[in-house]
C-alpha cells in the first residue's frame, strides 16, 4: 500500500492490513520530498524504528540535480537507526535489484525467514564504523 504522507486516514483502520515495514521515500532533486518525509516521521510508533523502517533515496544518479546532501539523508539514518538504500529507479537493472531488497526486508520484517528478526537484520546492517 502506498501513501503520500502520514498520518494514515483513520476511517478504514478496522480493514487496514498489518504493517509490517514503512519504506520512507525520498527523491534527491526534491527538498520538499525530504521535508515531508521529516514531517510523517513523527506519526510512526518508535516501536517501528527497531529494524521496521528504511530510507529509499531515488534519483541519486544524477548528482548535479541533487537539492539534497546525502549526508542529510544519511543523518536521517543515524537518527531513526534505520537503513538507507540509494538507488537510480530510472535504470530497470537497479529497479529490479531495489524490488527484490524491498521484499527481502519485507519477509525479514514480517518474520518469514527463520532465525533472522527485523532487530538482528538492521544491526548486521549497520556500517561497522558506528561500533
Given at each position: ?14 480493514l487496514r492490513p498489518r504493517i509490517d515495514l514503512i ?63 540509494f538507488c537510480e529507479l530510472e535504470l530497470e537493472g ?38
Amino acid at each position: 500500500h502506498l501513501a503520500t504522507s502520514l498520518p494514515l486516514p483513520s476511517e478504514r483502520d478496522h480493514l487496514r492490513p498489518r504493517i509490517d515495514l514503512i519504506v520512507f521515500m525520498i527523491d534527491i532533486k526534491s527538498k520538499y520530498s525530504l521535508k515531508n518525509v521529516e514531517a510523517s516521521l513523527t506519526y510512526v510508533d518508535a516501536s517501528f524504528f527497531l529494524g521496521k523502517v528504511c530510507f529509499l533515496v531515488t534519483g541519486v544518479g544524477r548528482v548535479s540535480a541533487c537539492s539534497i546532501e546525502t549526508s542529510a539523508i544519511c543523518k536521517l539514518g543515524e537518527a531513526y537507526c534505520s537503513p538507507v538504500l540509494f538507488c537510480e529507479l530510472e535504470l530497470e537493472g537497479i529497479q529490479v535489484t531495489t524490488a527484490q531488497r524491498l521484499l527481502r526486508m519485507l519477509q525479514i520484517c514480517a518474520g518469514h525467514i527463520p532465525g533472522v528478526s527485523a532487530l538482528s537484520f538492521v544491526s548486521l546492517m549497520r556500517n561497522s564504523d558506528d561500533d
